[in-house]
């Protein structure tokens, strides 16, 4: 039989944020109950992934050889001007004076060019860093939702159309927030998106668009229209920007607990 308090445990139990008392209490109700050590499991499985949805940034390795060989640049540029020689030794140099120039203008040039691929290198990375902050504070919110009180939690499973999706709807009804959490979706085509979709009495209301990493993984914030008159959610293929009503590819549906 199922119980509500120790339901709403059981988010906690998979992140390890319970009093010893309240985990003796979980591990007696999963003793009994297999349903609820399935959902158990699934939380503790989901809770473990946190820390590698977001894929690790490695500078590339030719970053560090452009950087040394610009230090050479700039070394040789500040080397002292040799001491003056006798007159013949004088005489070379001048000879030498425009082999030198020309010489002096390519290591300039080549300066030049690796500061300008250093800058775009510069660019990229912040552009890489800025995308691990988003995906940082989605994995945030996600961890808020299963920490929450009182927050459903809805098995989400895929269709005939891509049988191997599956995920979990996470609300929080006295926030009017939610959270899906998807994997094994296929990538799709650039004119093509994934919309998610609300349900209730037969109808369908747009809850937001994702898309997927090549893992078929997601993670998408729903920010408003989260509540009990919901019944079900699904997930549809949709040309770019969205539809008004979910086509006929739906590839996951679920039914809120």
Request: hydrophobic share 45%; no cysteine; net charge negative.
């Amino acid at each position: 039989m199922m119980n509500d308090e120790l339901e709403a445990l059981l988010p906690l139990y998979a992140l390890e944020a319970l009093t010893p008392e309240e985990r003796a209490q979980v591990e007696a109700y999963i003793a009994v109950n297999p349903e609820a050590r399935m959902r158990l499991d699934e939380l503790r499985q989901m809770a473990a992934r946190l820390p590698y949805a977001a894929p690790p940034v490695t500078p590339p390795p030719a970053l560090k050889q452009k950087l040394m060989a610009r230090v050479g640049a700039d070394a040789r540029r500040r080397q002292p001007a040799p001491e003056r020689k006798p007159s013949l030794w004088t005489a070379w140099q001048q000879r030498l004076a425009p082999v030198a120039l020309t010489i002096s203008l390519g290591l300039a040039a080549l300066a030049l060019g690796w500061g300008v691929m250093l800058n775009a290198e510069v660019v990229r990375l912040r552009a890489e860093t800025r995308q691990l902050q988003e995906q940082l504070a989605a994995q945030n919110r996600l961890l808020a939702q299963l920490t929450a009180p009182g927050a459903r939690i809805t098995e989400v499973g895929g269709t005939a159309l891509q049988p191997e999706a599956r995920g979990h709807f996470i609300a929080d009804p006295q926030r009017a927030t939610a959270v899906l959490v998807v994997s094994g979706l296929r990538p799709l085509p650039p004119d093509e998106v994934y919309q998610f979709w609300l349900l209730r009495d037969g109808v369908a209301v747009g809850a937001g668009l994702f898309t997927v990493d090549e893992a078929g993984r997601a993670v998408l914030a729903v920010d408003s229209g989260v509540t009990d008159e919901f019944t079900a959610v699904g997930v549809s293929i949709e040309p770019a920007g969205g539809s008004l009503a979910p086509s006929e590819r739906i590839v996951m549906l679920g039914e809120l607990s």
